[in-house]
C-alpha cells in the first residue's frame, strides 16, 4: 500500500521516532559532529536516512537550506523522513 495513513503520516511528522532523532543527543546527530565539511554532513545524513547519497540535485537544495535555515540538518533529517522514500523502504 503506497498511500500511508493519517496517524502514520502525523507520527512520521511530529511523533516521537522524529524527536528523538532530531534531539542533539541523538545517534544520528551526535555521529555528524566529528565531519568538519558542510557538504559531507549532509552526505551523511542522506547515507543515514535514505541509505544512499544525494544526487546533485538535492546536494543543491541541501546547500540552498543551509544558506536561509537556521537549523539546516534538523530542517533537511525532518524533511527525509517526510519523503516517501524513507516511509516505503522495504
Not at 565531519?35 to 536516512?49: F, G, L
Not at 544558506?67 to 525532518?78: A, F, G, H, V
Request: charged content about 20%; overall charge negative; glycine content about 2%.
Amino acid at each position: 500500500n503506497k498511500d500511508p495513513n493519517i496517524t502514520h503520516s502525523l507520527a512520521l511528522m511530529n511523533g516521537p521516532l522524529t524527536q528523538s532523532v532530531l534531539e542533539s543527543r541523538s545517534h544520528l546527530r551526535a555521529s555528524l559532529q566529528p565531519i568538519a565539511d558542510h557538504q559531507e554532513r549532509m552526505k551523511a545524513i542522506y547515507q543515514a536516512v535514505l541509505v544512499r547519497p544525494p544526487n546533485a540535485d538535492e546536494e543543491a537544495r541541501c546547500r540552498e537550506v543551509s544558506k536561509t535555515s537556521p537549523t539546516p540538518e534538523q530542517d533537511i533529517i525532518w524533511a527525509l523522513l517526510n519523503t516517501p522514500e524513507f516511509l516505503f523502504q522495504q
